[in-house]
T-cell receptor, first 112, second 113 residues
Framework: GENVEQHPSTLSVQEGDSAVIKCTYSDSASNYFPWYKQELGKGPQLIIDIRSNVGEKKDQRIAVTLNKTAKHFSLHITETQPEDSAVYFCAPLDPGTYKYIFGTGTRLKVLA | SQTIHQWPATLVQPVGSPLSLECTVE??????LYWYRQAAGRGLQLLFY??????ISSEVPQNLSASRPQDRQFILSSKKLLLSDSGFYLC????????????FGQGTRLTVV
C-alpha cells in the first residue's frame, strides 16, 4: 500500500514570506495529489490538487508542484497571511484501494 | 449543491456507554462514505469506508462499528466506549468511481470520561 511522509511537522514564517510543505509517497502508480487545509475545530477542506499529467498548478497565492520521478509533491504558499495559519495535509490517492492516505500534517503559523 | 451533515458537534460520554454518530450527505447519489478519527495534534486515521448500502470495510480492528442503512447515511457506533476512543471524528464523502476531492463534515469532538 501507499506510504506517505509529510515535512515539516511545524512551520513558522513571517507574514509576507513564503511557505513550502513537502509530501513524499511510495506508489509510483499514484495519479491524484490533493492538499487539504484544516482550521481549528473544523473538517479539512481541499485547497488545491494536481493530477499526474501535469507538473505544476497554481491558484493565486497557492501552488502545487509534482515530481513523479522522485515521488514527491509540494505545497507552496506565497505572500503568507495570518489567515493561512492552519494544519495542512497531503493525501495522495492509493491507486490500489482508491483511498486517500493522509500525511501526518504540518502546522503552519504565520507571524504578524 | 452537495452538503454533508455530521452530528453532534461535541459529545461527552462515560466509559462503557454506547455511541452513535450520524452523517448524512445531500445533493448526490451513491457516494463513497468515510469515517476518520483524528487524535489531538495528529493526522487522520481511516476507520471505515463504504462504497454502497450495506457495504462496509473496516481499516482498524477496534470496538467501533459502522453501518450504512441508506445510500446517503453513514453511522458510527460503539456498544461500550473506552477512554482511548476520545478524539475528533470526521465523516467524509467523495464521488464514486472518480479520483476527486473528498468533502468533510465539521466533525464530532468526542470525550470519553
Amino acid at each position: 500500500g501507499e506510504n506517505v511522509e509529510q515535512h515539516p511537522s511545524t512551520l513558522s514564517v513571517q507574514e509576507g514570506d513564503s511557505a513550502v510543505i513537502k509530501c513524499t509517497y511510495s506508489d509510483s502508480a499514484s495519479n491524484y495529489f490533493p492538499w487539504y487545509k484544516q482550521e481549528l475545530g473544523k473538517g479539512p477542506q481541499l485547497i488545491i490538487d494536481i493530477r499526474s499529467n501535469v507538473g505544476e498548478k497554481k491558484d493565486q497565492r497557492i501552488a502545487v508542484t509534482l515530481n513523479k520521478t522522485a515521488k514527491h509533491f509540494s505545497l507552496h504558499i506565497t505572500e503568507t497571511q495570518p489567515e493561512d495559519s492552519a494544519v495542512y495535509f497531503c493525501a495522495p490517492l492509493d491507486p490500489g484501494t482508491y483511498k486517500y492516505i493522509f500525511g501526518t500534517g504540518t502546522r503552519l503559523k504565520v507571524l504578524a | 449543491s452537495q452538503t454533508i451533515h455530521q452530528w453532534p458537534a461535541t459529545l461527552v460520554q462515560p466509559v462503557g456507554s454506547p455511541l452513535s454518530l450520524e452523517c448524512t450527505v445531500e445533493g448526490t447519489s451513491n457516494p463513497n462514505l468515510y469515517w476518520y478519527r483524528q487524535a489531538a495534534g495528529r493526522g487522520l486515521q481511516l476507520l471505515f469506508y463504504s462504497v454502497g448500502i450495506g457495504q462496509i470495510s473496516s481499516e482498524v480492528p477496534q470496538n467501533l462499528s459502522a453501518s450504512r442503512p441508506q445510500d446517503r447515511q453513514f453511522i458510527l457506533s460503539s456498544k461500550k466506549l473506552l477512554l482511548s476512543d476520545s478524539g475528533f471524528y470526521l465523516c467524509a464523502w467523495d464521488r464514486s468511481g472518480s479520483n476527486t476531492e473528498a468533502f468533510f463534515g465539521q466533525g464530532t469532538r468526542l470525550t470519553v470520561v
